[in-house]
């Protein structure tokens, strides 16, 4: 159902090694009003569905614009890490000031903010609202058996990953009775929907925003000890000098925000309406709001 992203997601492991060997950075000496000599944008991302939507929305803008951007797909320590190397221009998905947080004090003086697009952001643990008797993660560890023992995570290196191995699990009692089965986001939610359409238990790391919950009728689980934080920010990251290269994309990115609806509207038409065709799927969220890139000038 995700072919075209699971198959991202598989390759991430293989992939990372290399990815960051081979990426430039710069300005638009034409279109930007840079001082430097070339037009090429390096976006890094990490397989959340609002990161890889928000960068082919972006990719699109900036092609149109006669840049040449080219896409990573990296766990997000490997994003930071690329930003504050300059191997990397831009990153799209920064949540701060929580799940990020360890990457951001490692990396932040490396780094330019350009600004928040999406200002609630939250983590979450949930199950199909057809699981009964567990509605908060308080009710997980009497309920283990239920769910074989495992939670369903995402990457490795994800902050929601971090939280629930280091926190939520410890938190809540789950040490010696769950354990969290991270793989990739694709996984998951491939996992997620077969679950469903057996109408089995499961549960599994998730976030706002995020498709699912209008695609599937899912219940967050309470969380009365705060281990997963609370609302935060997405945020736009650059690597240092980004602003000065290219003053002009940094003036829209300034100016680039979504809500809920619009970011929920591109996600479905993303990954639902056409999920193998990212591009196909910026097209036709563009045309269904012909004002969006007037905002942005």
């Not at 930071?80 to 990397?88: H, P, Q, R, T, V």
């Not at 990020?100 to 697009?117: N, P, R, T």
């Not at 998951?188 to 706002?208: C, Q, Y």
Request: charged share 25%; with cysteine; hydrophobic share 40%.
């Amino acid at each position: 159902m995700w072919s075209k992203t699971l198959r991202r997601g598989i390759a991430l492991a293989a992939a990372a090694a290399l990815a960051l060997g081979a990426a430039a950075c710069g300005g638009d000496a034409d279109d930007s009003g840079s001082t430097g000599d070339s037009n090429k944008i390096t976006i890094g991302y990490m397989a959340w569905d609002e990161a890889i939507a928000a960068s082919n929305l972006w990719q699109r803008i900036l092609e149109d614009k006669g840049f040449e951007v080219e896409l990573k797909n990296l766990e997000a320590g490997l994003v930071y890490g690329g930003l504050a190397k300059g191997d990397i221009d831009l990153f799209l998905d920064g949540w701060l000031p929580q799940t990020h947080a360890a990457y951001w004090e490692q990396y932040g003086d490396k780094l330019e903010k350009i600004g928040v697009w999406y200002d609630n952001a939250s983590l979450s643990i949930a199950v199909p609202q057809y699981v009964d008797g567990v509605d908060s993660l308080e009710d997980l560890a009497g309920q283990a058996e239920t769910f074989n023992g495992e939670i369903i995570g995402i990457e490795p290196g994800a902050g929601l990953t971090a939280a629930t191995q280091d926190k939520v699990i410890p938190g809540y009692g789950l040490t010696d009775v769950m354990d969290l089965k991270t793989s990739s986001t694709p996984a998951m939610l491939a996992a997620l929907d077969r679950a469903i359409s057996g109408k089995e238990p499961i549960v599994v790391t998730l976030w706002h925003p995020h498709w699912a919950y209008a695609k599937y009728q899912l219940k967050d689980l309470a969380d009365p000890k705060g281990t997963l934080g609370q609302a935060e920010e997405v945020t736009t990251l650059a690597r240092a000098g980004f602003g000065e290269d290219f003053p002009e994309v940094t003036a829209m990115l300034k100016k680039f925000t979504m809500d809920s609806q619009q970011l929920g509207s591109l996600e479905d038409l993303m990954f639902n309406v056409h999920k193998d065709d990212e591009a196909k799927a910026v097209d036709a969220w563009l045309e269904a709001n012909p004002e969006y890139l007037g905002s942005l000038s």
